[in-house]
């Protein structure tokens, strides 16, 4: 599997989210949140400040999910990258 572009193959994280009172918020309750943090498993060819392997938060109301061999990833473009962890 090789990304082409500006396109970032990613395994999403499933995190707890801890609010600034330190109550933790549930997958569900995170879900209403607009970043989610990812693994970049594959950067595009063109990609050249993201690498394999790095956390990254991205924009979650950007790309698409995708399933290859049995294993979900989602596919997002560079732009959509918000911070590299």
Same mark, same amino acid.
């Given at each position: ?26 997958? @569900?309750?995170? *879900?209403?949140?607009? $970043?989610? +943090? ?9 990609? =050249? !400040?993201? @690498?394999?392997? *790095?956390?990254?938060? $991205?924009? +979650? ?9 049995? =294993? !979900? ?13």
């Amino acid at each position: 599997m090789k990304a082409i572009n500006k396109y970032i193959i990613i395994k999403t994280v499933d995190e707890e989210v801890k609010t600034s009172s330190g109550f933790f918020l549930s997958a @569900k309750e995170s *879900d209403s949140m607009r $970043y989610k +943090k990812g693994v970049v498993v594959e950067p595009g060819s063109n990609v =050249e !400040t993201i @690498k394999s392997g *790095d956390e990254i938060l $991205y924009d +979650k109301a950007r790309g698409f999910t995708i399933i290859i061999d049995g =294993e !979900t990833y989602t596919i997002i473009v560079e732009n959509d990258v918000i911070v590299v962890l």
